[in-house]
């Protein structure tokens, strides 16, 4: 069994911006955000690091992560936190399909 350290990264960055949200402009809403989509995320690198096959509720959060954040980039292009946020979602996407491609051609 493999850790999917990048995934347990990417948890943790998402619920350490929920916090720094909160502390810096007293947002509830980004810190529950935060904690709940890295708890998502924490949950689902556990599942892919049993089974890189499994790994629909990684690949949902960082999506759903992506979207939200990447509108909010594109309504005020400002790279912190949405920028960042939404570019780190997507880098992981993109390392869960180059991984499940790597995984299907070696069954081949």
Known sequence: ????????GYALLVSAGGVVGYVKAGSVTSMVAGLVF?????IGSNMTSHNPRNS???QGTAGTVA????????GSFKFM????????SLLLLL????????LSSNNT
């Open 1 to 8: 069994m493999s850790v999917d350290w990048l995934g347990f």
């Open 38 to 42: 890295g708890l998502l995320a924490a």
């Open 56 to 58: 629909w509720l990684l």
């Open 67 to 74: 979207a939200v954040m990447g509108l909010r980039f594109l």
């Open 81 to 88: 936190p949405a920028g960042l946020m939404t570019i780190a």
């Open 95 to 102: 390392k869960i399909f180059v991984g499940r491609s790597r």
